[in-house]
């Protein structure tokens, strides 16, 4: 009877030395990522002040309801267009800018440009990491790049920011990798 009472002692003790050393007991670091419900392209010919906005808004984020997506208007043909790029969350008040979490956390952003179908354009980068302090990086980063049209065309406008991204990498979604943090595809024309 002693001999089944140790035997019966040790194992509870040992289990509750099991259960008790669980890594479980330690908190880990939460990182919570930005709800964005607004991104927004601006599209301003050189040498204009009127230009073109591209945008996707999903204010139910998850809802019943899909993103709204917009094309203020057609592109000219021949054109070479200064984009920038804004990304809100309108779920606060005020709405926050999540853009400038963008530019201070650069080296691990970055808007990748997908056209698509016969649409006939270009996209360059205009920014570096280094251009949003303290980020010291020479990979682009995409807040801010330009749109050149050729002849008229038609087709789409995939635009997805991604979260770190393997960096350097060739500007594809398959080179950049990474997570998307969102995504919208435009019916783009030029005209």
Known sequence: MKLKRFYLTAFL????????CSDDDTPGQVNEEEVITTMRATL???????GITLQTQDLDG???NPPVVTVSGDLAAN?????????????????????EEVKTEAAEHQFIFVP???????????????DYPPNTGNNPVGVAFTLTTGAASSGTLQIVLRHEPNKPNDGTLA????????????????Q
Do not use: H, K, R
């Open 44 to 50: 301003t010919p050189q040498g204009s002040l009127t």
């Open 116 to 130: 698509s179908g016969a649409l006939n354009a270009t996209i360059d980068y205009a920014d570096m990491e280094s």
């Open 175 to 190: 080179g950049a990798g990474g997570e998307t943090d969102i995504t919208a595809t435009f019916d783009i024309t030029v």
């Open 13 to 20: 003790a040992a289990s509750l030395g099991f259960i008790s």
């Open 79 to 99: 054109t070479t267009y200064d984009g920038e790029m804004v990304v809100l969350n309108e779920t606060e008040n005020p709405v926050d800018d999540i853009t």
């Open 62 to 64: 998850d809802g019943p």
